[in-house]
């Protein structure tokens, strides 16, 4: 769609044309789609974040102020995610210091112009060097804003009547008991006491960090790569 179509569908959109802004929202879902991607991995569903992108969207095409000669593309991706960031903010299940987030949104911006430099995904080390940060900082920065994972997910990614976490936890007996069973033994005693004080006494990570003499953020850490360790077996 060429720059001046948009301009003039954006003019009739703010006139209250309910038809020009569907063909703006149509034309612009690739953007909406390629800056949802990036925020797959933080705990919210993939349809979710298509929802909030395209609110932004619209809030986009109704701010936009056509007496700038700016790309309607180009002021519409700090909208989309700057909508989508505030709802990640505003989900999220834990507090986060205000330092710990703008080092996690510092890092997740380096990974993107290193992966683009590298022409790969940049390493821990990489990241810290390029922010003049120690890598220990950005390993807590990225833990801190990880999804966290509930126990009413299912297990198998993509798959709703697969049993949930917690289903096989509660389960007294049978085949699902047996595979959690068996999951478990495969990880070290320090590993199976995390997963037992967490998820069987119900306690919480500082508690958990409390018991095992480490910090709250190792056992964030250990405890995320657990959980994918036993869904990858289960």
Known sequence: MEMEQIRHLIFQSQQGDTNARSQLVEANL????????????????????????????????????????????????????????????KSS????????????????????????????????????????VEPEDVVCAFEAVAPVYSLQ???????????????????SGGHESLMLKQALQNLSPDERQIILLRYFAEKSQSEVAGVLGISQAQVSRKEARIIRQLRHEL
Do not use: W
């Not at 919210?44 to 109704?62: E, F, R, T």
């Open 30 to 89: 690739p953007l909406v789609h390629s800056i949802a991607r990036r925020f797959v991995d933080r705990g919210v569903d993939y349809d979710d974040l298509l929802q909030i992108g395209s609110l932004g969207l619209l809030k986009a095409i109704n701010d936009f102020n056509l007496d700038y000669d700016v790309r309607f593309s180009t002021y519409a991706v700090p909208k989309i995610m700057g909508e989508i960031k505030q709802h990640l903010r």
């Open 93 to 132: 299940p834990l507090t986060v210091s205000r330092s710990t987030k703008k080092l996690a949104s510092q890092a997740l911006h380096a990974k993107d112009v290193l992966s683009q430099a590298l022409g790969r995904n940049p390493t821990i080390s990489e990241i810290a060097a390029h922010l003049e």
């Open 153 to 171: 997910a299912p297990i198998t990614q993509g798959d709703e009547d697969a049993p949930e976490f917690q289903d096989l936890v509660a389960t």
